[in-house]
């Protein structure tokens, strides 16, 4: 080992933040709009924008967005609904939530996105969504997908919680046809702390969803306690409590504006790793389509088994023992977690795509808030590992 171990431990993922974060804050309590009030409203208008929606609702997670998008679909029991298994948990949790029944459909190994064709096989008289997961940041193959929903008059919900700022063919994920679900949770490429957003654009869908996302009362609940506003309400349906709070909207919108410049040193960052892993057989990033923007949430390397004479546990161990570097995986597919095996019978064998990328993947830390020495230090010790390891 030539590298030196870093002093201070480089955690795997942090929130980008300055003084106008926390003056946002402050002047969300000061204004005592303490739960959802006309910043959440500023930062809905203002994030459709960005992404070209024509309506965005904002909620406290993307694991709501994504559940109240099933709701305003009319998804319940009977339903089937096809992802992929290589997501985080909630992509599919939200499917059982509603009563309806999760269908996997492996993934291309390539890239981690949901392969068209495996959804083609799933499909049946029962089907009545896709949802296919933008992994990483990079947009899944939405013209296959559109045409396949189109074919089998099943509708699309796009998990986008690690793209915004992704694009498809020249169009922003979330300024197409479907709805599109955000996650801005604290490590995410644009962050409220805890926070989602839905968008869409079909008016009707976006407001059953937002009735849906307050306790199911109708008459703009929210604006009850301004001046002019009604103490009348009704219940339409038995909701859920998933609103956006000013204060959280406070920090979106002054994420917002800076969501530009964090993108680009992303991409400056994820290009100075492409190239110091060019050479070594042993470590192999994921393939990036000629296709879009890629929103380079995450920077996952496959750590090749049969180059190298330690495998990824291994790898993972050294980086954060002996170089002090922070790493995570994404994701232990979702079949093969207890709940899914226990009650879906779910075994390993059954997308082995799947299996075969999380056997090998490693997610080296890619956020703003790190610096250049950061990312060339970490982009080093993934060489010399890597080096010193080779067959
Ligand atoms: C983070 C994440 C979610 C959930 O986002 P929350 O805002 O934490 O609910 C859903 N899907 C994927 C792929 C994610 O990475």
Not at 319 to 334: A, K, L, Q, R, W
Request: with cysteine; net charge negative; hydrophobic share 35%.
């Amino acid at each position: 080992m030539s590298l030196k171990k870093r002093e201070n431990f480089l955690p795997y993922g942090l929130p980008c933040h300055d003084e106008a974060e926390i003056n946002g804050v402050i002047d969300a309590i000061k204004s005592n709009w303490w739960s959802r009030g006309p910043k959440v409203s500023e930062f809905e208008e203002k994030f459709a924008a960005l992404v070209g929606a024509k309506y965005a609702l904002a909620v406290n997670s993307c694991t709501a967005a994504l559940h109240l998008a099933l709701l305003s679909h009319g998804i319940g029991p009977g339903d089937e609904i096809i992802t992929t298994p290589y997501t985080f948990c909630s992509t599919v949790n939200t499917i059982v939530h509603t009563g309806a029944t999760p269908v996997f459909a492996d993934i291309d190994e390539s890239t981690g996105l949901i392969n068209p064709d495996e959804i083609e096989k799933k499909i049946t008289p029962k089907t009545k969504g896709i949802i296919p997961v933008h992994y990483a940041g990079q947009s899944c193959d939405m013209d296959r997908i559109n045409d396949i929903a189109k074919r089998h008059n099943l509708f699309v919900v796009e998990d986008a919680a690690h793209a915004v700022c992704a694009t498809y063919k020249g169009t922003p994920i979330g300024g197409g046809h479907n709805a599109v679900a955000f996650s801005f949770y604290a490590t995410k490429n644009l962050s409220t702390g805890e926070g989602g957003m839905l968008t869409s654009d079909d008016e009707e869908f976006i407001n059953k969803a937002r009735v849906m996302s307050l306790h199911g009362m109708s008459r703009n609940a929210w604006n009850r306690y301004s001046k002019g506003g009604s103490w009348r309400y009704d219940v339409e349906y038995a909701g859920h409590k998933y609103n956006m709070t000013d204060i959280a909207a406070a920090l979106g919108l002054a994420q917002l504006n800076k969501i530009d410049g964090m993108q680009s040193l992303r991409e400056e960052y994820a290009y100075i790793y492409g190239k110091a892993f060019e050479d070594l057989e042993g470590i192999e990033p994921l393939e990036i389509s000629d296709k879009g923007r890629h929103a380079w949430h995450l920077y996952a390397i496959r750590i090749k088994s049969d180059k190298l004479d330690i495998d990824r546990d291994e790898f993972a161990r050294i980086m954060t023992e002996d170089y002090n570097i922070g790493i995570s995986v994404h994701f232990i597919p979702v079949h093969l977690h207890p709940f899914y095996v226990n009650n879906y019978n779910t075994t390993r064998g059954q997308y082995p795509k799947a299996e075969n990328l999380f056997d090998e993947e490693l997610s080296i830390p890619l956020y703003p808030a790190m610096t250049k020495d950061d990312v060339e230090y970490v982009a080093e010790a993934v060489r010399e590992i890597a080096l010193q390891h080779a067959k």
